[in-house]
Nanobody, 119 residues
Framework: QLVESGGGSVQAGGSLRLSCAAS????????MGWFRQAPGKEREFVAL???????TLYADSVKGRFTVAKDSYNTVTLQLNALDPEDTAIYYC???????????????WGQGTQVTVAS
């Protein structure tokens, strides 16, 4: 089970820090991904981290603004800086085993947390 927290409403240019806590240890072979879904749009990849190496990957739209990191043995975070109204969406964390940007490669999902950026 994955539980996200930290969403909220901010002004453009602001920051938020999202957390995703897993029930139990995240296995070293896992890949933890962040995705988002805006109203009327498909779920899209945001960032991922391979748990055992710390290797990360970002969508071009968030590169340089968002940072994914391991916070503890069972928590992954997503730091959102320089937020833009286009970043408004529900943000989901997910657990998979493949280094992939495709949602279909992830088998466990959180319930999501809303991020709203006002202009």
């Amino acid at each position: 089970q994955l539980v996200e927290s930290g969403g909220g409403s901010v002004q453009a240019g602001g920051s938020l820090r999202l957390s995703c806590a897993a029930s139990g240890r995240i296995y070293s072979s896992s890949v933890m991904g962040w995705f988002r879904q805006a109203p009327g749009k498909e779920r899209e990849f945001v960032a991922l981290i391979r748990w055992n190496t710390g290797r990360t990957l970002y969508a071009d739209s968030v590169k340089g603004r968002f940072t994914v990191a391991k916070d503890s043995y069972n928590t992954v975070t997503l730091q959102l800086n320089a937020l833009d109204p286009e970043d408004t969406a529900i943000y989901y964390c997910a657990r998979g085993s493949q280094y992939s940007t495709s949602p279909s490669e992830y088998f466990s999902w959180g319930q999501g947390t809303q991020v709203t950026v006002a202009s």
